[in-house]
């Protein structure tokens, strides 16, 4: 199956700083990809859909000066979160869309845990 | 109301057991389901996906649809306690270009 890799798997840093997290498909190339935050025994509240080469298209109610998302290539999509804040501490998770003929499905990588202290 | 409404359990069954998971959508624009496994501190896992009305098999797993319903299932035959996690349907709008997920239930298979 597909793979999509995330990197750091889990960061800490200090109130203020910014925190960039990859998101890479390995073995294939993904036009669309989907960052995603994931409170505790909380579903999956996407963030923002990125497509490769142009603006991400940011859900209501995300700031996207805050969350900046910069989809380089087919197969790398990153995630800054800048001056971060204890409430920005949250499991985030890209997924990457994959055309199998006529259905899309997204492939999700191993999640970043990020703890702002 | 939510677009995707999934019972978030949890649910515990014994080793063995069949157990079935369950979601209602609202909008008819949903053209294809999913289903996903997420275990602790990890990205989900695509499991099973369809565009139809009916039964899909892989496995001790079936997903089922019925779009005149609204109503989507997936059933695990067998139940081993690997199975325990949390379990995620997935709607995607093609409309929209993006899915719309249940907020999963938790299952425990106890040995």
């Known amino acids: 199956g597909a793979v999509v890799s995330q990197h750091p798997s889990w960061v800490i840093c200090k109130s203020g700083t910014s925190v960039k997290i990859e998101c890479r498909s390995l073995d294939f190339q993904a036009t669309t990809m989907f960052w995603y935050r994931q409170f505790p025994k909380q579903s999956l509240m996407l963030m923002a859909t990125?497509?490769?080469?142009?603006?991400?298209?940011?859900e209501q109610g995300v700031e996207k000066d805050k969350f900046l998302i910069n989809h380089a290539s087919l197969t790398l999509s990153t995630l800054t979160v800048t001056s971060a804040h204890p409430e920005d501490s949250s499991f985030y998770i890209c997924s990457a869309e994959i055309g199998i003929g006529q259905q899309e499905t997204q492939y999700f990588g191993p999640g970043t845990r990020l703890l702002v202290l | 109301q939510k677009e995707v409404e999934q019972d978030p359990g949890p649910l515990s069954v014994p080793e063995g057991a069949i157990v079935s998971l369950n979601c209602t959508y609202s909008?008819?624009?949903?053209?294809?389901f999913m289903w996903y496994r997420q275990y602790s501190r990890k990205g989900p896992e695509l499991l099973m996906y369809t565009y139809s009305s009916g039964n899909k098999e892989d496995g001790r797993f079936t997903a089922q649809v019925d779009k005149s319903s609204k109503y989507i299932s997936l059933f695990i035959r067998d139940s081993q306690p690997s199975d325990s996690a949390t379990y995620l349907c997935?709607?995607?709008?093609?409309?929209?270009?993006?899915?719309?997920f249940g907020d999963g239930t938790t299952l425990t298979v106890k040995p």
């Open positions: 909008n008819s624009a949903f053209q294809y």
């Open positions: 997935a709607i995607y709008n093609t409309n929209a270009g993006k899915s719309t």
């Open positions: 990125s497509n490769e080469g142009s603006k991400a298209t940011y």
